[in-house]
Structure formats: structure tokens, C-alpha cells
């Protein structure tokens, strides 16, 4: 199954996740994406760019001391939540999600950390 079909069956699982892409973090780059919503490229890159600097803030090195290096984070707005997610065995590989506040997120996360791990292994 490809990358477009795996991210399919979880937009097809949890309606209230507006889109769902997989990303290139090396390259700054969504490399798929799908959702119930049309996202211009100029949003896709601005995700992108926001699932970088989670990941990256250099404010983090409190935490990275403590808990070790992130591989998820959670913005919460006032409109949406937005999940970003990085494999743990290909640090580049990302799922950046844009979803309702009405998600079940402790689900969700496990099904996004799934399908990571799916695509990240070439499955």
C-alpha cells in the first residue's frame, strides 16, 4: 500500500482530522497530503515550517534533557489542533495533521504513530 492510500484510511478513520501530510523535515517539503479540506501550497509549506520549529526550538533543550529527544508535538488553536510527529527511525519522516478540537487525540496519536512507522519502514 502507498503512502497516499495509508494516510487515506486515517482521514477515512477520524473525520475530524482536516488533513494529514507526510513531510520531509530535511527538505522542509509536504511530500503527500490529503484531507477534507483544500490546503494551498503556501498553507502546506507554512505547516511544514511550524512542524520544524516544534521540533527544533532551541527551548526545548530543557525538555530534551529531561524526556529525551521530541518526536511529537501539539499546537492548540483557537480553530484547529495541529499534531506534528517525527519517526523515530528516520528523523526526517513527519506526519504534520490539522484536526477539530473534537478528536479523540490520545487515539488518533496512535494511529498516526502507526502509520508512520508504517511508511517510515517502506510499508
Known amino acids: 500500500?502507498?503512502?497516499?492510500?495509508?494516510?487515506?484510511?486515517?482521514?477515512t478513520a477520524y473525520p475530524q482530522a482536516r488533513l494529514v501530510a507526510f513531510a520531509d523535515l530535511a527538505?522542509?517539503?509536504?511530500?503527500?497530503s490529503?484531507?477534507?479540506?483544500?490546503?494551498t501550497q503556501e498553507a502546506l509549506d507554512r505547516l511544514v515550517l511550524q512542524a520544524r520549529a516544534s521540533f527544533d526550538d532551541?527551548?526545548?533543550?530543557?525538555?530534551?534533557e529531561a524526556f529525551g529527544e521530541p518526536h511529537s508535538a501539539v499546537v492548540m488553536e483557537a480553530d484547529s489542533i495541529r499534531v506534528f510527529l517525527r519517526s523515530e527511525s528516520e528523523p526526517a519522516d513527519a506526519?504534520?495533521?490539522?484536526?477539530?478540537?473534537s478528536?479523540?487525540?490520545a487515539a488518533f496519536l496512535a494511529k498516526?504513530?502507526?502509520?508512520?512507522d508504517q511508511?517510515?519502514?517502506?510499508g
Not at 27 to 32: N, P, R, T, W, Y
Open 1 to 11: 500500500m502507498g503512502v497516499n492510500e495509508t494516510i487515506g484510511k486515517v482521514i
Open 27 to 32: 527538505a522542509s517539503m509536504i511530500l503527500v
Open 34 to 39: 490529503q484531507g477534507k479540506e483544500d490546503f
Open 58 to 64: 532551541p527551548l526545548f533543550s530543557l525538555s530534551v
Open 95 to 101: 506526519l504534520c495533521c490539522i484536526c477539530d478540537h
Open 103 to 105: 478528536i479523540d487525540l
Open 112 to 116: 498516526i504513530r502507526e502509520t508512520l
Open 119 to 122: 511508511i517510515s519502514a517502506g
